[in-house]
């Protein structure tokens, strides 16, 4: 028997091949199959959404699929049959792109800016210096609640401020004395 059906050929087979338990448990088997098929299927349909679909002249944002940064504004020109866009960027490139790769942008008006305060950037502590300044307290530009626009790219390293030692003497171990 292969893939669970009777050869067709000149090899001998042998006639507990087809015996009933043989096929009793094969069909145990794929009710199992199919019954695990059935729970997956229920555990992804518990956080499934469908997304709401946009109509020609929306303005999108189109998430870089290796980047995964939402960078590239466009407007929908053309709806696909399977939640597909057709996408035109300014700058006149054409992208085809799901719908889980764009995501709803309001555009901004050219006459009209709203001014995004930009806090002061830290400055860097060198190694073995301790600052002696007082730390300033937060303006009101730089209030707690506005939210720190998402940097795409490679992350920064962290800065560190000041290393510390410890100033226990160390002793040598014995076994590396003679």
Not at 71 to 100: C, M, Q, W
């Amino acid at each position: 028997m292969v893939l669970n059906r009777p050869v067709r050929d000149a090899l001998p087979a042998h006639r507990r091949s087809f015996a009933p338990e043989w096929q009793q448990k094969t069909d145990v088997l794929e009710k199992r199959a199919r019954r695990a098929k059935e729970v997956q299927i229920e555990h992804y349909n518990k956080t499934a959404h469908q997304l709401p679909p946009f109509s020609i002249g929306d303005h999108v944002i189109i998430q870089h699929p290796i980047s995964k940064c939402w960078s590239t504004p466009a407007v929908v020109v053309e709806i696909g049959p399977h939640r597909d866009y057709l996408l035109k960027t300014p700058a006149g490139r054409l992208f085809r792109r799901n719908r889980r790769m764009l995501r709803k942008r309001i555009p901004v008006m050219p006459g009209i800016s709203t001014p995004t305060p930009i806090p002061p950037a830290p400055t860097p502590v060198k190694l073995g210096t301790t600052s002696t300044t007082k730390p300033m307290p937060p303006t009101q530009e730089a209030s707690p609640k506005q939210a720190k626009p998402r940097q795409c790219g490679k992350p920064k390293p962290p800065t560190f401020a000041v290393l510390r030692r410890s100033t226990r003497t160390k002793k040598q171990p014995d076994r590396y004395t003679n």
